[in-house]
């Protein structure tokens, strides 16, 4: 290794839905998958590791920064604000498809604030002309003074590439923070039970908002067969909430269940037996000790 390899954390902001998960899928080359037994209870701060011979870039997806409506909220976007202080390059990701919107002049506040450049990420070029991007480019930096702005397409993969080589070039001279095959510091729980909240989120769309939460209760490998056993609880607010997620004579759950253990399969490298049920915690986003239960442990914070 060269004296001049470079390491460093990119933190990836933005409204939600604007694409940040895309993105940092895209660039570690798989939904994060796990190696590392760190305990980490912390959720919805995903790092994503991508190394190369001559960098490694520790990339940090933080919940979309919006106004909170509940304690969840609070700790979400207090993550996600830590965030922009820990780091060496901050992404500012929007949809070029939505333009300015209220919540960008809410996140441009709280960059004015911080002394981290700043890139300006416009996603899903592929779905707009590629006339409509100048003026959005202008109307974003007449309100920040961007250290880069970098139009991409996370889903195709455009100029994904060109952003990593300016990021390379931003970052300082340091160590390789993680061995080159690790891609997340998130233990396998974790991914296991973000993937099965997926599915749910999938499947339900607008039915389920984000009320709900997966707890995973066991996980544990049978050595006979190299089966794993992993049986989790989906948290949901309400008793109607329940009954959707269970769905007509338990075909939701056996869908959610379905889909998850294709992608619980590919990420533990073996078969999974996977027992899903649901539980209602009335308004467990407001409380406390629900949060904490659930894996949102702000202490560190």
Request: no cysteine; aromatic share 6%.
């Amino acid at each position: 290794m060269s004296n001049q390899y470079k390491s460093g954390f990119i933190s990836i902001i933005g409204r939600p839905n604007v694409g940040k998960s895309t993105f940092l899928n895209r660039v570690i080359g798989q939904k994060i998958a796990i190696m590392s037994d760190k305990p980490q209870t912390t959720r919805n701060k995903v790092q994503g590791v991508y190394t190369t011979d001559e960098a490694q870039m520790i990339f940090i997806d933080t919940p979309g920064i919006h106004k909170p409506k509940h304690k969840l909220g609070d700790f979400m976007v207090k993550i996600a604000q830590n965030t922009l202080k820990e780091v060496d390059v901050i992404l500012f990701m929007i949809n070029v498809e939505e333009g300015l919107g209220k919540g960008d002049h809410y996140i441009i506040e709280k960059l004015k604030g911080v002394k981290t450049p700043v890139f300006l990420i416009l996603n899903k070029i592929d779905q707009v002309h590629p006339d409509e991007l100048l003026p959005i480019i202008q109307k974003y930096n007449e309100l920040y003074p961007f250290a880069a702005t970098v139009p991409i397409s996370a889903l195709e993969g455009n100029n994904v590439d060109q952003l990593l080589g300016l990021l390379k070039d931003r970052l300082p001279e340091g160590p390789q923070f993680y061995p080159a095959d690790q891609v997340t510091d998130h233990p396998e729980r974790f991914i296991v039970s973000e993937l099965i909240r997926e599915k749910v989120l999938h499947l339900t769309r607008e039915e389920i908002p984000h009320s709900i939460a997966v707890v995973i209760d066991k996980m544990e490998r049978k050595d006979s067969n190299n089966l794993i056993d992993v049986l989790a609880t989906i948290i949901v607010e309400r008793d109607s909430q329940k009954g959707i997620v269970i769905g007509k004579r338990g075909a939701m759950l056996k869908e959610v269940g379905k889909r998850a253990r294709i992608d619980i399969e590919n990420l533990l490298g073996s078969k999974v037996y996977l027992e899903l049920w649901v539980k209602v915690q009335k308004d467990w986003r407001n409380r406390a000790s629900n949060l904490k239960d659930y894996g949102f442990n702000d202490d560190e914070y």
